[in-house]
């Protein structure tokens, strides 16, 4: 009877403080209402707002990774990530360079899926969290959450990469032209999307207002479906962004506080290695590329394997 009554008084203890996270979450997360946003509404990226709840276990002063993933998701995504763990994500030295990859989650408001991710977090130590809901239209504070993170505990690795869960990355490739690169600072690359409009339609996904952003042309910046830049970046845009009006367009976030940084983004190859859209998948078309996007869970483990497989194999120029 008493475990009976201790149990119920420990279930309302923990429903009754997850709402009070949720009501500080409400209020406190910018200095707004993060949790009732609308696409319209104008907010202020503060810098440090928040404390971490999750961090990586790693400690990157002892052993510096080469290249930083970090992929943004979503807390109920678990099977995504066990999979991308054990492929293109999975913790690897590639040309005797170490790559790793985190996850960059806010918080669920249902109790139970917050312990998963809990769960998760101790048993591979990967994820990195912070007190804001996670919701599309807060993808600017998870990528932030990210480059403040690299900024504060990881900046002794060289190059870092933001893409997202629904993205197939060639991370052999991928290194294999980040160690061509003479210039190692004040760089960045991804789909480079120049004189770019703000659309206008309220009923887009990608909808901006003017008075979110007033200008008819965003200055230049690369596709959020996956960039890479030099880790000093991470340093100056995290320095700069609270001087940057918030706009919920993350990749279009970054860019103003590349133009305001003095940064132009660049192609990191002569051919197109970055893809928005979805390849049709082959092991030599692939092994040409760093990302393409809309690539389904399972697509992601038989494409990775049938590049592993194919990497000794020769394909024709072009």
């Given at each position: 009877?008493?475990s009976?009554r201790?149990?119920?008084i420990?279930?309302?203890?923990?429903?009754?403080?997850?709402?009070?996270?949720c009501?500080?979450?409400k209020?406190?997360?910018?200095?707004?209402?993060?949790?009732?946003?609308?696409k319209?509404?104008d907010?202020?990226?503060?810098?440090?707002?928040?404390?971490?709840?999750?961090?990586?276990?790693?400690?990157c002063?002892?052993?510096?990774p080469?290249?930083?993933?970090?992929?943004t998701?979503?807390?109920?995504?678990?099977k995504?990530?066990?999979?991308?763990?054990?492929?293109?994500?999975?913790?690897?030295?590639?040309?005797?360079?170490?790559?790793v990859?985190?996850?960059?989650?806010?918080?669920?408001?249902?109790?139970?899926?917050?312990?998963?991710?809990?769960?998760?977090s101790?048993?591979y130590?990967?994820i990195?969290?912070?007190?804001?809901?996670?919701?599309?239209?807060?993808l600017?504070?998870?990528?932030?959450?990210?480059i403040?993170?690299i900024?504060?505990?990881c900046?002794q690795?060289?190059f870092?990469?933001k893409?997202?869960?629904?993205?197939f990355?060639n991370?052999?490739?991928?290194?294999e032209?980040?160690?061509?690169?003479?210039?190692?600072?004040?760089f960045?690359?991804?789909?480079?999307?120049?004189?770019?409009?703000?659309?206008?339609?309220?009923?887009s996904?990608?909808?901006m207002?003017?008075?979110e952003?007033p200008?008819?042309?965003?200055?230049?910046?690369?596709?959020?479906?996956?960039?890479?830049?030099?880790?000093?970046?991470?340093s100056?845009v995290?320095?700069?962004?609270?001087?940057i009006?918030?706009?919920?367009?993350?990749?279009v976030?970054?860019?103003?506080?590349?133009?305001?940084l003095?940064?132009?983004?660049e192609?990191?190859?002569?051919?197109?290695t970055?893809?928005?859209?979805?390849?049709?998948?082959s092991?030599?078309?692939f092994?040409?590329?760093?990302?393409?996007?809309?690539?389904?869970?399972?697509?992601?483990?038989?494409?990775?394997?049938?590049?592993?497989?194919?990497m000794d194999?020769?394909?024709?120029?072009?």
């Amino acid at each position: 009877m008493a475990s009976k009554r201790f149990r119920q008084i420990f279930f309302l203890t923990t429903i009754l403080v997850f709402a009070g996270l949720c009501f500080l979450i409400k209020w406190t997360s910018v200095g707004e209402c993060i949790f009732c946003q609308t696409k319209t509404e104008d907010i202020f990226l503060k810098q440090g707002n928040g404390q971490f709840l999750l961090v990586p276990h790693s400690d990157c002063s002892q052993i510096p990774p080469f290249l930083v993933i970090l992929v943004t998701s979503s807390p109920t995504d678990l099977k995504v990530r066990v999979i991308i763990r054990e492929t293109w994500g999975k913790k690897r030295l590639i040309a005797n360079k170490l790559i790793v990859t985190y996850f960059l989650l806010g918080i669920t408001l249902n109790p139970e899926e917050q312990v998963a991710v809990i769960n998760e977090s101790l048993k591979y130590g990967d994820i990195i969290q912070k007190s804001f809901v996670d919701t599309y239209y807060n993808l600017t504070l998870k990528t932030m959450m990210g480059i403040e993170w690299i900024h504060k505990f990881c900046s002794q690795s060289s190059f870092v990469m933001k893409t997202d869960s629904d993205v197939f990355v060639n991370t052999y490739y991928l290194t294999e032209l980040l160690l061509k690169k003479i210039q190692k600072t004040r760089f960045f690359t991804g789909f480079l999307k120049q004189n770019d409009h703000p659309i206008r339609e309220i009923s887009s996904k990608w909808y901006m207002s003017k008075n979110e952003y007033p200008r008819n042309v965003y200055p230049p910046f690369c596709s959020g479906t996956g960039y890479v830049f030099s880790t000093d970046v991470a340093s100056l845009v995290y320095r700069i962004s609270d001087n940057i009006t918030f706009v919920k367009l993350e990749d279009v976030f970054i860019g103003l506080c590349l133009a305001e940084l003095g940064i132009k983004p660049e192609n990191l190859h002569s051919k197109q290695t970055f893809f928005p859209e979805r390849l049709k998948f082959s092991p030599c078309r692939f092994k040409q590329i760093v990302t393409s996007h809309f690539v389904k869970p399972h697509e992601l483990m038989i494409y990775w394997n049938a590049l592993e497989k194919s990497m000794d194999e020769n394909c024709p120029d072009g």
